[in-house]
């Protein structure tokens, strides 16, 4: 459900722009701006990369549904942008739709693959699969589940990041 008020959850796969358009969002709105990730940093001390590396995938989704339980009871509005794969779990996605309207930030494989063709700093696409291949695969098995959890989609292709921020204001006001 759409709602007018309360807090915005963006949700898209890796370089589809949420934490800078979060950022942008959340200035346009005068509210803060939290992300799952950079909690998750602070929390644990330690980079996502070294998360990944040190402890394993399963320690940092946990590390994730966490996140966002602690999100439950916080007052005051908020933008918050969540990592790509923070949906993949049905508690998680139940915990976002309740934390306020989540839009889905979505963005085609190839300027997905354009953005983070240099990034080393996403362990799930390292590796010698090409990019393109990657990107696919992953998206393929995640695309439902973000459009169930969103209650609107929102294109980032060929569009700034205050072009995007403007839209979902538009959306939610
Ligand atoms: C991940 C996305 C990353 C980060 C981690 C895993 C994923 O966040 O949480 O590398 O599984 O898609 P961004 O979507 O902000 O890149």
Same mark, same amino acid.
């Given at each position: 459900?759409?709602?007018?008020? @309360?807090?915005?959850? $963006?949700?898209?796969?890796? +370089?589809?722009?949420?934490? #800078?358009?979060? %950022?942008? =969002?959340?200035?346009? !709105? ?45 007052? @005051?509005?908020?933008? $918050?942008?969540?990592?790509? +794969?923070?949906?993949?779990? #049905?508690?998680? %996605?139940? =915990?976002?739709?309740? !934390? ?59 569009? #700034? ?13």
């Amino acid at each position: 459900m759409l709602r007018t008020d @309360g807090n915005v959850i $963006l949700i898209g796969f890796m +370089g589809c722009g949420k934490s #800078s358009v979060g %950022r942008k =969002l959340a200035s346009l !709105l005068a509210v803060p701006c939290l992300d799952t990730d950079t909690l998750i940093e602070e929390q644990e001390k330690m980079t996502i990369r070294e998360i990944f590396a040190q402890m394993g995938q399963e320690y940092f989704r946990n590390a994730e549904t966490r996140a966002v339980r602690g999100l439950t009871g916080r007052e @005051g509005r908020y933008v $918050l942008s969540v990592g790509g +794969g923070l949906p993949l779990r #049905s508690e998680n %996605r139940e =915990l976002l739709k309740k !934390l306020g309207t989540v839009i889905y930030l979505k963005a085609s494989v190839q300027t997905l693959a354009e953005r983070l063709a240099r990034d080393t700093s996403r362990p799930l696409l390292q590796g010698e699969e090409p990019l393109e291949e990657k990107i696919t695969r992953i998206l393929s098995e995640r695309e439902a589940l973000y459009e169930e959890t969103c209650s609107n989609v929102v294109m980032s292709d060929g569009k #700034s990041i205050r072009e995007v921020a403007q839209e979902i204001k538009r959306l939610i006001t």
